[in-house]
């Protein structure tokens, strides 16, 4: 952690939340801890803290993504933020106004958080470095690059049931090539301690190098999961399908979807994890994402408290010197 | 009324509203009694109650319609609610996530109530019996089943105008083939008792054994009027002209289209009601919407107001044993 | 100003805002100062004011225009109002429901306020001739009659730098011919007595008779921007490039595109002013848009304040004898 990390003020305090790559420790910690003190208020009767009342949320999808927006709009609510939902598409930032004039014209009317989709990669990245000092910018999923809020509600829902990260294997299953998810998720396991990180994949859906950021690569799905605590299964985008990566739906289940069976090898209280939405029945038989191990459905209910925690972190919530909150 | 209907909690209280057909007299009384104790807000300088301040109402359209969003929207945001509108286009549910993942999700993002709108007869009950304990499911009309708030409007604007139901003869008009308004209407009409129910329709236009609902058919307009207290004017869908169900528009109009000359032969008190949005000149005059005996302003008006009284009694504001209540 | 003015109620007080043409200048200044007031809130931690809370605002766009919807949805909510955005497309308005029964219908929800924007000229006068006493409409734009808004904003913009608009030369450049903005601005600037109100542009893209506006015109550049205090660049709709209204795009800018050459020949202090979205390297050169002379993101900011001021002012707000304020 330097000084210079745009993500970071001038007080080692997190301005912008834009990858979990970088990050310290102590940090990521914090999020998970302030996590923790919102994980209630979605079972209270009234769902509502006011720490961002009068505050002003943009929702910037470049990309569109109901599920994901959808998340963040209810986290900035029970914050008691008030939230603009912008879709720009692609066409309309190629032709007339720059992504640089949208961007001043929405700060000068005074939002003071962006939340921003993009499917280029860096796009948050260059957007924090353009704005006015007074916004914040999270990103919401940037290409192939980042979606750091997952990660940081995987670790969450990962630390609810383990406990502690040190003495746990995770393998990661699918596309790891084209998942921003799993490069975010990935720094964050190594950064928290966790003891073994794998991701099983054929080489086609690996990126060059992959060992680098620390992991142990897996062909043999049987092999990759052999006495793992926690297993997380990417979406496959079918896509892939037709671009020649892949064989065949078929034969792609028959290797790395997840059954019971493959499950088998794995610790007993292993979980099951994924980000969604599910495709059943290509990277996931319904009896597993159903099952007693799937922690999936807790991974979106984590996701809201998450959100609320960066949100509040970001706008400067639990600074101890911080005299104008609510 | 069974104890097992999917609509009612082990209290014989109202859990989720997706049909007038079996609900007691009871039942639709304290819908539309405490509808009057909301009838009032949207006259105040403040149109906003805390009834459901903090909860979250998801808008869930796979049909979309602007005018019934709108006045859900209304009630909710009047209740003081947070409002999460999601249009779903069929072909999103078709391919990737199932309907069960999307209802999944919603839940697990601590949603309180889903408004449901699909063009398939019997949607809103499958969601009724497959979300959790916690959710609240309301119709906002499915297929040619039931539109029940709608329904319960016009009961409301009929009981404002007329008192009490017992001693009325209320005709409808038109295509109650296709309508899940005139469904929905005849259940909750003869529920509270109305003396006789008439429906006005050629042949083409009405269900098989229509007359097990309760109701006697005319297929002449003017004995059909004869002496009505109320008559409700259906919506026809343009698109039904072109299905040969119907000879022409200008046909249509001479045999079944509201004049103030048919009007004539009804009750001097005689109201003239429409569910919206009027194809005038097609099933109804304008001098004859827009007249003396029309009352489908009002209709739109206690629309918010049952709406309200609807959301939130099936959110339990107003059970007696409730100590969570604002 | 007379008491028929349909944007005067019978005291004589601000009742739908639809022109800034016929307004006192009383009135123009009462806007301008009441927005001075709401200036502030955009900086402040709670960005939020309760004057119109439980109020129901409905934009109402039947052209659709992200930006201006954008400025009167925050503005809206920074009041504390319930907000309802309905884009309405033409096609709808064509067959079906009339647009008088849409507006029947949004009343009778007891909406209180109606941002319209239409691509007609007229339709917001229209809509306000024809809504309930209790209902007050903004003009957001129409054809190319007016945006009153806009031009308010612009006039706070102007005082905000130069304290008072007696002794000013404001030149206005571009495309006057097709420009709503140009008319209300020119008919403020002209009420607010500024001294002279000049237009530079080709006579293809002027008015017939555009001197009884009370402007003089200019076909060259250099000479209507001499000793100008104030130079007001109009957005090119590129669409006019292709109707051969105009030559080329490099023609038009090498006339009439703002360069910091051309603008040398102005006052030292001269503001440069666009309404946005800027088109960079077509009517104005991006250094002098992000120039020290512009102020066109201050424009943006005041937008939301003056927003703010007449929403209030329709709304009663500013009301001596007015008791329900909050």
């Known amino acids: 952690m330097t000084v210079t990390n745009i ?18 420790q ?17 079972k209270r009767a009234v769902k509502k803290v006011p720490l961002l009342r009068g505050k002003t949320v943009v929702n910037l999808f470049f990309e569109p993504s109901t599920r994901t927006r959808t998340t963040f709009e209810l986290a900035a609510k029970r914050l008691s933020a008030d939230v603009l939902n912008l879709n720009i598409p692609y066409s309309s930032t190629s032709k007339g106004e720059t992504l640089s004039d949208t961007l001043r014209t929405l700060e ?4 003071d958080m962006f939340v921003v989709r993009h499917d280029n990669s860096g796009a948050a990245h260059y957007i924090a470095s353009q704005v006015a000092p007074h916004i914040s910018v999270i990103n919401g999923g940037d290409g192939r690059h980042a979606h750091p809020t997952q990660a940081m509600l995987d670790m969450f829902t990962i630390r609810r049931h383990k406990g502690t990260f040190s003495s746990l294997v995770v393998a990661i299953v699918g596309d790891i090539l084209h998942s921003r998810v799993a490069r975010s998720l990935i720094h964050a396991l190594t950064t928290l301690g966790v003891c073994e990180v794998r991701v099983v994949a054929p080489n086609t859906l690996l990126p060059a190098e992959v060992e680098k950021l620390g992991v142990h690569v897996f062909h043999d799905m049987r092999r990759g999961l052999a006495d793992a605590d926690v297993v997380y299964m990417l979406r496959l985008q079918r896509e892939r399908m037709r671009s020649a990566l892949l064989p065949s739906e078929n034969e792609y289940f028959y290797r790395y979807g ?17 980000p969604g939405p599910i495709n059943r029945g290509i990277e996931i038989e319904s009896s597993v994402a159903d099952g007693e191990h799937s922690v999936i459905l807790e991974q979106v209910s984590h996701g809201i408290a998450v959100r609320m925690a960066v949100m509040a972190m970001v706008m400067g919530r639990f600074h101890d010197n911080n005299a104008e909150g609510t």
Not at 9 to 24: A, V
Not at 108 to 111: P, V
Not at 258 to 274: F, G, S, W, Y
């Open 7 to 24: 993500q970071l003020d001038s007080n080692g305090r997190l301005k912008h939340f834009l990858t979990t790559e970088g990050l310290s």
């Open 26 to 42: 102590q940090l990521l910690l914090d999020i998970l801890n302030h996590a923790e003190s919102f994980a209630g208020v979605g």
């Open 108 to 111: 000068a009317m005074h939002s």
């Open 258 to 274: 997840l059954t019971r069976e493959k499950l088998a090898v794995a610790r007993p209280d292993v979980i099951v994890m994924h």
